[in-house]
């Protein structure tokens, strides 16, 4: 069914790591200003602080496999029980980004790939966390989010990092059968959409009857991650191959003509709102849609997807800097993010055009850099009717410095950066590939 490609999903180019020279040491000086300040009081309280704990001890793992012989894993540890200790507080969301799934992702992730003598142990302390989740899926049909951010795709971001375990391949089996039954197969493909009442109240009145969202956070090429990776490890063949492709025909009938700024649009709901031209980001544009594509297309082993994701990243590419709307330095919708994807795409192609992007957004990232304001030098964008009360000192994953670090991180040292998994940029493989350090 699938085209087979000749490359391997964790192919990388010689020239690790991507940064050098002066760049190099300025990317490590802000690295460690944002993980000084990590350890100062701030405001956040509530879930916000559960997932900035969560957030935080990420990063101190990563930091501890780039840099050990440090304190690092004994951060690791006092931040991840302080976000696991709020989580078990208090209501949480059941979503990857934001809510204690996020939590439970992060603290399988730590301590079964980063940190296994300092963390892991025999119990195993998501087990309840998992059951919970095996019976929210078992509801006859899903009412709520399908998306990465909050929805289903991000629940099965969770099982697939829990796998093998058979109560993770249940609640990815799960996963799948909703995501399937919530799809809708028309004359371009199958195809996700976004009811009106999920719709944030601030857009709502633009999409009065809903919308088929085209970013990897809230939309339909989440779905595509989702269900390739799915793929890979035998989930449902006989329904998600022949779903999956007709998923990947829906999403790439929605590109616009070469004139265009954007490849895709925010929505493809009509001629209006698809003509409009997307910001250039991970959340919603052509890098974001282009790294999920071509992680998909190793999943499964497609060329002409990979093809296609190479070409629209190639156009991200070509794209003039100042039509991006790059908001701040994060990774959702700053330029981390694109920093960060283009050098995944790079690591995965070796394509030349790739790396010299991501240096340069890397350049552009450091050049943000205001030392005294918000966390590590680094503010963060909020647009005011969804965040009125905008918080200076966030530290998160998605939006905020960790993030920020976990990418320059990256880009001086040649630590696979598998936290992206959260971002659907890459995916744990059927026959893990850690490099085992």
């Given at each position: 069914m699938m085209a087979h490609s000749a490359r391997s999903s964790q192919e990388a180019p010689r020239g690790w790591p991507l940064l050098s020279g002066?760049?190099?040491?300025?990317?490590?000086?802000?690295?460690?200003?944002i993980t000084?300040?990590?350890?100062?009081?701030?405001?956040?309280?509530?879930?916000?602080?559960?997932?900035?704990?969560?957030?935080?001890?990420?990063?101190?793992?990563?930091?501890?496999?780039?840099?050990?012989?440090?304190?690092?894993?004994?951060h690791a540890s006092r931040f991840l029980d302080g976000a696991l200790e709020e989580a078990g507080r208090q209501w949480m969301r059941p979503a990857l980004h934001g809510g204690f799934v996020q939590v439970a992702w992060v603290t399988h992730h730590l301590g079964a790939h980063l940190l296994p003598d300092a963390l892991g142990t025999e119990d195993d302390p998501l087990e309840d966390v998992e059951a919970a989740l095996e019976a929210a899926l078992g509801v006859e049909s899903w009412g709520q989010h399908y998306d990465l951010i909050a929805g289903l795709v991000g629940l099965g971001v969770f099982a697939l990092e829990r796998l093998p375990g058979a109560r993770a391949r249940r609640c990815l089996e799960r996963v799948v059968h909703h995501l399937l039954a919530m799809s809708e197969l028309g004359p371009q493909g199958r195809a996700w959409r976004t009811p009106a009442e999920l719709i944030p109240t601030s857009t709502r009145k633009k999409q009065q009857d809903g919308g088929y969202n085209l970013g990897v956070a809230h939309g339909n090429p989440g779905v595509v991650g989702l269900l390739a990776a799915a793929w890979a490890h035998g989930i449902d063949r006989a329904r998600v191959g022949p779903a999956l492709e007709e998923a990947v025909r829906w999403l790439l009938a929605q590109r616009q003509p070469a004139s265009s700024l954007s490849a895709f649009a925010y929505y493809a709901d009509d001629e209006v709102r698809r003509s409009q031209v997307s910001r250039?980001?991970?959340?919603?544009?052509?890098?974001?849609?282009?790294?999920?594509?071509?992680?998909?297309?190793?999943?499964v082993g497609n060329a002409e997807w990979e093809q296609v994701a190479v070409e629209t990243g190639l156009r991200a590419v070509r794209r003039p800097e100042e039509t991006r709307d790059v908001m701040d330095g994060g990774l959702c919708h700053g330029e981390a993010g694109l920093a960060h994807l283009f050098h995944r795409m790079y690591r995965m192609t070796g394509e030349e055009a790739f790396g010299r992007e991501a240096r340069e957004c890397f350049a552009r990232l450091l050049a943000r850099r205001v030392p005294g304001e918000g966390v590590g030098g680094y503010s963060v964008w909020f647009p005011r009717e969804v965040y009125p009360d905008r918080v200076e000192d966030n530290a998160s994953f998605l939006t905020g410095s960790v993030g920020i670090a976990l990418a320059l991180l990256a880009a001086i040292s040649d630590e696979e950066p598998a936290w992206d998994r959260m971002l659907l940029a890459s995916f744990r493989p059927p026959l893990e590939s850690w490099h085992g350090r």
């Open positions: 002066s760049l190099a040491d300025q990317a490590a000086e802000t690295v460690r200003a000084t300040e990590l350890h100062k009081p701030f405001t956040h309280k509530g879930a916000r602080m559960a997932e900035r704990l969560a957030s935080q001890a990420l990063l101190h793992g990563y930091l501890a496999r780039v840099w050990p012989g440090g304190e690092d894993p004994e250039g980001a991970w959340c919603y544009g052509d890098p974001g849609v282009a790294a999920t594509l071509l992680m998909a297309a190793r999943a």
